[in-house]
């Protein structure tokens, strides 16, 4: 079939303009997608096509242009769609965002399927971020496996559960212990749902910690109360030092630094880093690539050599070791880790090499290094590569003993990791596990369809959704598609 249509393009100048699409082809055949009546992009077979119904705007659909993928670009990612061929009564889909070859259902994948990590694979995807049409089309083409069925949810609380899930990810890759005291840092849109995260989990899994959220504005002292944290705090009338290291677990959602220099003072013993906004921060770059890769840094101990995430089965292998990390520390790494020495361009090389062979995974577990500028190429060793030393959920560990490599605005780094804390980061979640907590919690699913959604737009009205969706007092915008 063909189907044409017209949509708005997301310029490198933050513009949108109006650009023609067709897609054209089948789930069974595969589809060429023309934009402008040129070749946009070609999808072999396991693509659904669906109508748009709904589309939020988000932190990363406004700073697209910060982020290393081509543009223009139809983007938005977070929404609802219909299935074109169920007539009389089309069924609803939320979509997940990762184009992979699991999602496509297609057979052989990569190593990266095939330890676990299919959202991670190189070859991927991202609808309405890298190349896939988002949701702020009219239709878009969805790998078979991301469109799930929702039943017994109102579609405005059902648009949510893309960002949902990704606040979700952090909360149960940092499940706050028993007992403890977390904290939201900046609860706006994605903050208010790691809020209501935090609330579900803690309801669905009868734990026991106190949820406090931290904020600046009124209007956000209201929204955190409403989607139920247990303390509000408003930084205009208390002072982050007198709220030094309260907190176990902070999750970090504000995208500045500012915001981030405060988390590392705010954290006792994890900062959570959940977005930000690809801009350098206390002298580390590359944080969207760690937070794209899930990656957490660490300061160096022998405990940190066996890092993994929860549930996770996987032991530690090898390490690359930058050629400025002491000998002292160096022997603390035990036997049985591989220790790969030296430049980081030459690990690179043996990355490459190594990834040939089908028996090995083209990444280290681990890297071991001694200052900000490290950290960063750890994350992205060379330029123009989108490909980390270090494996997806793996940990960067930090040898913070040459005091001298943590300048200026790093010094802050080099006093949080001097008190043993880490920075972790997560990206996408389980949509599944996100339907099912918003279906056993009502009273949160409501609150964030009352409190959360603040603006609608008409399709056609794009440009000036998105321009609200930058004011303070915009919380969620939707984009609405007709009928």
């Known amino acids: 079939m063909k189907l044409d249509f017209q949509a708005w393009d997301y310029t490198s100048e933050d513009s949108f303009q109006l650009a023609d699409y ?18 946009y992009l070609k999808l072999g077979a396991g693509y659904k096509l669906l109508k748009t119904k709904t589309c939020g705007v988000c932190s990363t659909d406004l700073d697209r242009r910060f982020l290393p993928f081509p543009l223009p670009q139809v983007i938005g990612h977070e929404l609802v769609a219909e299935d074109l061929d169920d007539v009389p009564n089309p069924k609803s889909y939320v979509v997940e965002i ?10 052989p994948s990569d190593a990266f399927c095939e330890i676990g990590l299919p959202t991670h694979s190189p070859e991927r995807r991202v609808l309405g971020i890298d190349r896939l049409p988002g949701g702020f089309g009219p239709y878009i083409l969805a790998p078979v496996h991301a469109a799930i069925p929702f039943d017994g949810l109102d579609a405005d609380i059902a648009v ?12 149960i890759s940092s499940v706050p212990p028993n007992g403890s005291e977390v904290a939201v840092l900046g609860p706006r849109r994605l903050g208010s749902l790691v809020l209501a995260a935090l609330v579900a989990l803690r309801a669905s899994r009868s734990l026991d910690f106190k949820i406090t959220a931290i904020v600046r504005h009124d209007h956000l002292v209201n929204l955190a109360k409403e989607i139920g944290a247990d303390e ?5 009338t208390t002072t982050v030092e007198s709220l030094k290291s309260r907190f176990d677990i902070l999750y970090d959602t504000t995208s500045t630094e500012s915001g981030f220099i405060s988390a590392l003072k705010l954290a006792k013993k994890e900062l959570h880093l959940k977005t930000t906004n690809g801009q350098v921060m206390c002298g580390l770059n590359h944080l969207t690539e760690l937070v794209v890769d899930e990656l957490s840094i660490l300061p160096f101990s022998e405990q940190n050599l066996s890092f993994h995430w929860p549930k996770e089965k996987r032991q530690n292998k090898n390490i690359f070791v930058s050629e400025t990390v002491s000998r002292q520390i160096i022997a603390k790494v035990p036997k049985e880790i591989n220790v790969f ?30 200052s900000p ?18 494996r997806p959920r793996g940990a960067i560990l930090v040898d913070y003993s040459t005091a001298s490599t943590f300048k200026g605005e790093s010094k802050a780094l080099l006093s ?18 996100a339907l099912q907590l918003l279906k056993e919690n009502p009273q949160v699913s409501q609150a964030l ?26 919380i969620k915008v939707l984009i609405q598609h007709g009928n």
Do not use: M
């Open 373 to 390: 500028e490290e950290i960063s190429r750890a994350i992205r060793p060379i330029v123009g590569s989108e490909e980390s030393l270090v």
């Open 232 to 236: 509000v705090i408003d930084l205009r």
């Open 160 to 171: 949510l559960t893309e960002p949902f899930a990704a606040a979700l990810q952090a909360v």
């Open 449 to 474: 369809k009352n409190h959360l959604i603040s603006h609608r737009f008409p399709a056609l009205e794009l440009p000036n959704a998105y321009s609200l969706a930058r004011n303070p007092n915009a």
């Open 341 to 370: 020495q030296g430049s980081f361009e030459d690990a690179a090389i043996y990355l490459k090499n190594k990834g040939s062979s089908a028996n090995d995974f083209p990444r280290f577990d681990l890297a071991l290094v001694s």
């Open 416 to 433: 949080f990791f001097k008190a043993g804390k880490s920075i972790r980061s997560s990206r996408c979640g389980d949509f599944h596990l």
């Open 98 to 107: 990762n184009d992979t070859y699991e999602a496509r259902g297609e057979s």
């Open 22 to 39: 067709a897609f054209e082809g089948s789930t069974e055949s595969g589809w060429e997608i023309f934009r402008n009546g040129e070749p």
